[in-house]
C-alpha cells in the first residue's frame, strides 16, 4: 500500500484543518488506517485510527472531541477533521496502514508496516 498524505499548513489556535491521505496499491480498502505525529525533539504518538470494514474510529486522549477521523472507500480516502487546534498540535502529520485478521492494538505504531510522508501542521498561538 502506498500512502500520500496532504493537508498541513500555518493555522492559528482555535482553527480548524483537514487532513488527507489517499491510499492505492493492494486492497487499500481492507486496511485499518491510523494518524500518527510527531513534534520536534519527541517521539511519534497517536492520533487517530479506523477499522478497515466497520469504521470504527480510536483517538488519542488529548484530541478526542476535537479531531474526527473518517475514510471514504469508494475514493481510497483517509480524513482527519482537526478543529480547536492547539499550538500542543503543532506536528509533523503521518497517515500509516496495515492489513490484520485479527485483533490489534491501533495505537502502537507497530502495528502499521506502511506510512505515508508526513505533512506539517504549524498552530501559531
Known amino acids: 500500500v502506498q500512502l500520500q498524505a496532504s493537508g498541513g499548513g500555518l493555522v492559528q489556535s482555535g482553527d480548524s484543518l483537514r487532513l488527507s491521505c489517499e491510499a492505492s496499491?493492494?486492497?487499500?480498502?481492507?486496511?485499518?488506517m491510523g494518524w500518527f505525529r510527531q513534534a520536534p525533539g519527541k517521539e511519534r504518538e497517536f492520533v487517530a485510527a479506523?477499522?478497515?470494514?466497520?469504521?470504527?474510529?480510536y483517538y488519542a486522549d488529548n484530541v478526542k472531541g476535537r479531531f474526527t477521523i473518517s475514510r471514504d472507500n469508494a475514493e481510497n480516502m483517509v480524513y482527519l477533521h482537526m478543529s480547536s487546534l492547539k499550538p500542543e498540535d503543532t506536528a509533523l502529520y503521518y497517515c500509516?496502514?496495515?492489513?490484520?485478521?485479527?485483533?490489534?492494538?491501533?495505537?502502537?505504531?507497530?502495528?502499521?508496516?506502511?506510512w505515508g510522508q508526513g505533512t506539517l501542521v504549524t498552530v501559531s498561538s
Open positions: 479506523i477499522s478497515a470494514n466497520a469504521y470504527i474510529p
Open positions: 500509516a496502514a496495515g492489513y490484520s485478521s485479527v485483533k490489534i492494538n491501533f495505537t502502537s505504531l507497530r502495528a502499521y508496516p506502511y
Open positions: 496499491g493492494r486492497a487499500p480498502n481492507s486496511c485499518y
